[in-house]
């Protein structure tokens, strides 16, 4: 199977704005984003399902997707985090974590079509890091 642009940000082969990263998980900021400050979370086993993930791995998955929630409440502590899983993107698990006040900014859907603006995403990265 040809390598996921997921598993290569894992690599070290493409950049990404890095929030967290341990032995089994990463997250990182998306670069198309919903809504400002969103995060994907991703297994470092290149899984496409998520419910195909080894329970330790899956286990592993959600602890991280909760230690980043928590801290993305801390910088938008106003607004509630979002928790999306639907795996049409990027053949590889993901957990796409999204500061929102209202169901609609939830529902949203991003502009492919915009340039990254990497200065600003590094700037959420640094706030957001632990």
Request: hydrophobic fraction near 45%; proline fraction near 9%; glycine fraction near 4%.
């Amino acid at each position: 199977m040809e390598d996921s642009i997921f598993t290569k940000i894992i690599k070290g082969e493409i950049p990404c704005h890095k929030v967290f990263e341990d032995d089994q998980t990463i997250a990182f900021m998306d670069i198309n984003p919903v809504q400002k400050g969103m995060v994907l979370v991703v297994p470092k086993s290149p899984v496409d399902h998520f419910m195909d993930l080894p329970p330790d791995e899956y286990q592993a998955l959600m602890a991280t997707v909760q230690k980043v929630a928590k801290k993305m409440h801390e910088v938008f502590p106003n607004q509630r985090i979002g928790v999306q899983i639907e795996g049409f993107d990027i053949p590889h698990a993901h957990v796409k974590l999204i500061p929102i006040a209202t169901p609609a900014e939830f529902k949203a859907t991003p502009d492919m079509n915009v340039v990254p603006d990497h200065a600003a995403l590094s700037t959420m990265a640094e706030k957001l890091r632990f």
